[in-house]
């Protein structure tokens, strides 16, 4: 496939969206509402977009959450609005995501609504990292009467939502127009900066900074633990994923990216990262990949849809599977996994190993900073009051760094109580005139 094929799934026509919205009982007690975690306006939103008032269906929206295009594609639906819908029951709710997606991209083609922002009078906040996490907080602190300030790693922002999630799941256009749309708020951008090396927490105070909010996800891959795990052809998912996003536009050559064309590829684990590798190793031209996972179907932590268009695209897959050991040559390359299947020791052979198995937050801020502590895991510590507080005054923490990895808009569901709580302090600490 090219290396520039978009997004799969067909995105809803304008009559399509309408009849679709026309659909919604515009229930009294709404369950979809409740099953989204930052609950947001949905039979508001449908309402409006079944009248044609686009433009308040996008302002709806943008009351919960700053990126809609984006909740509108990866969330998992199935699980949240839609699958709380009471036309669920009759197994044909309404396609919330696609109606989201439709008035935001919608508003984006035609420029609908323009926030109206506030003086940049109520504090300084950094924010490091511009995941999900990172760009709710920036882009509700911003409309709340904040200055922020995104310091990112990477040469464009956008993390996980550019540099991890697969083009065909999330175009990159997307993920740009969204993060410029928070940057017309007044958020500055400040990319190609590690905090911990290029300048440290404490620096960043000396800036004049209130608040510092970390939300730099997990960065770290989990290796598993095996024999022959040095051998060359084993690769962590997210470095796969990261190399093709940085292929595709056009930052690096093709040589660079670990899959080649027809190469046997396995993947290890069966959650949405494994589904995404395994999707994108195809997409640049492997000859066959395969999901290995120690136990069966029903244990897989991909979600249903994930898992359904895996099995579409061609991905095979092999379950109760255990991996024993990585089988290399006489050169260190590696050519053969073996595995325990039901009890049986077998050798697959293979060009490739995806591992992705998980992933951890990385140690350069907090080896970087005093006072910042982590629990067993390395997980940041944070408070209940303020909210989202780590064990340093002054510096908060949201998302992936502080929970385990989960989905993108439960980052963005803990940093909107982040957010609160950044808020009340640095409303505290001028009014004490600290």
Known sequence: MNKNEQYDATPLTMQEALAEAKRCL???????KTGCPIENNIPEFIHQLSRGNFGEARSLLAEKTNLPAVCGRVCPHEKQCEGHCVL????????????????ADFDADMGLI??????????????IGSGPAGLTVAGDLSMMG???????????????????????????DVVRRETKRIAELGVQFINNTIIGKDITIDQLFEKGFDAIFIGTGTAISRELNIPGKDLVGVIQSHYFLRMVALFNSNSLERKEVPVKEGDTVLVIGAGNVAMDAARTALRMGAKKVTVVYRKDLENISAEKAEYESAV???VK??????????VGDDNGNLKGLLIDQDSNEIVIPCDKVLVA???????????????????????????????????????FAGGDVVHQPATVV?????????????????????????
């Not at 669920?88 to 008035?103: D, S, T």
């Not at 323009?114 to 924010?127: D, F, H, L, Q, S």
């Not at 963005?412 to 004490?432: F, N």
């Open 88 to 103: 669920n029951k009759a197994k044909k709710p309404i396609r919330i995501g696609k109606l989201e997606q439709f008035v």
């Open 114 to 127: 323009r926030e109206k922002i506030p003086p940049k009078t109520r504090g300084n906040v950094a924010v």
């Open 26 to 32: 515009n229930c009294k007690v709404p369950q979809c």
């Open 317 to 326: 897959f092999m379950w109760n599977s255990s991996p024993v050991q990585y």
């Open 312 to 314: 579409a695209d061609g």
């Open 410 to 434: 439960l980052a963005m569901k803990e940093a909107k109580k982040v957010v609160a709580g950044i808020a009340s302090y640095v409303d505290a600490i001028k009014l004490l005139g600290l």
């Open 146 to 172: 904040f200055n922020v300030t995104v310091y990112e790693s990477e040469n464009e922002p956008g993390g996980v939502l550019l540099y991890g999630i697969p083009e065909f799941r999330l175009p990159k």
């Open 357 to 395: 198995i998980g992933s951890k937050p990385a140690k350069r801020i907090i080896s970087t900073t005093k006072g910042i502590e982590v629990n067993d895991n390395g997980y940041l510590i944070t408070k209940d009051k303020p909210y989202g507080m780590t064990t340093l005054n002054g510096v």
